[in-house]
């Protein structure tokens, strides 16, 4: 991570971009999701967070495992403008697990890291069974030769069953994932917004030497918690009004929040 990082333990923001052309809350144009996209952008990186992720969390219901490609060059088009927009490194994720579309958008676009779902074993999401995907993506990243796009991947992953897996420890599983080649490993809680367990967090970095970023239900009040055995923090709830992760970024909440995350470097670098 330090590679895209200059400072440790980065936030990295979420962009929740509107629904996409033929999905089936679609009621933006290509160019008004952009211009959204790039207007959260630059709050985000004058509101001083460390980077960026796309997401296509309005999508729903998501489609499981692959989109079709109105989707990957809708999330092309709007990656590309929030890469020009920013001098921030900046990530993607397409639900539900579309890990190699998501790494063609990544290549296509000049970005950073793409989120994984499902990369090491299967689990059940509420999109159906997600099988695992490093083999294939990998070979996929090393075919189009994008090598230089990471690959964060998502462990005992939230909205899902694991009962298939349920004699694999997360930390098991962290392992697995660095075995297989990703570059992070990205620990949550059951459900969006919901925090991690601080023992699924503890076992996970006890289990792996790759870097342990919380993926969900961080918070400004929660966050000095978790900061010490964290390596960095993927924030979009708690950045928008209400900490509704569907409702546009609420600036007075990601400038509390980086208030106290400057408060917690600063301790740290005096430590």
């Given at each position: 991570?330090?590679?895209?990082?200059?400072?440790?333990?980065?936030?990295?923001?979420?962009?929740?971009?509107?629904?996409l052309p033929g999905t089936p809350n679609n009621i933006q144009t290509v160019t008004e999701l952009i211009t959204s996209a790039r207007r959260e952008a630059k709050l985000y990186h004058e509101s001083g967070i460390d980077g960026i992720a796309i997401e296509n969390m309005h999508d729903v219901p998501y489609l499981r495992g692959e989109v079709g490609p109105e989707i990957v060059a809708a999330m092309t088009?709007?990656?590309l403008e929030v890469k020009s927009e920013v001098p921030l490194p900046v990530g993607i994720q397409i639900l539900a697990g579309a890990n190699i579309e998501a790494m063609a958008v990544a290549h296509a676009a000049g970005l950073d890291f793409i989120r994984a779902e499902g990369y090491a074993y299967a689990h059940v999401a509420d999109e159906g069974l997600i099988q695992a995907s490093a083999a294939k993506l990998l070979r996929y990243r090393r075919m189009i030769g994008a090598e230089r796009v990471q690959v964060w991947a998502d462990v005992k992953k939230k909205h899902s069953a694991h009962a298939i897996t349920a004699d694999v420890s997360l930390g098991t599983t962290a392992h697995t994932v660095e075995f297989m080649g990703a570059v992070c490993v990205i620990v949550t809680g059951n459900v969006t917004g919901e925090p991690?367990?601080?023992?699924d967090v503890k076992e996970a970095r006890a289990h792996c030497g790759l870097p342990v970023i919380l993926g969900s239900g961080i918070t400004a009040e929660n966050i000095t918690d978790f900061y010490g055995e964290a390596d960095g923090f993927i924030?979009?709830?708690?950045?928008?009004?209400?900490?509704?992760?569907?409702?546009?970024?609420?600036?007075?909440?990601?400038?509390r929040f980086m208030n106290v995350v400057s408060k917690l470097r600063k301790t740290a670098a005096h430590a």
């Open positions: 991570m330090t590679s895209l990082f200059p400072i440790p333990k980065p936030v990295i923001g979420v962009i929740h971009v509107g629904a088009a709007i990656a991690p367990r601080p023992d924030v979009g709830s708690t950045f928008k009004v209400d900490g509704l992760w569907s409702n546009t970024i609420d600036p007075s909440r990601v400038a």
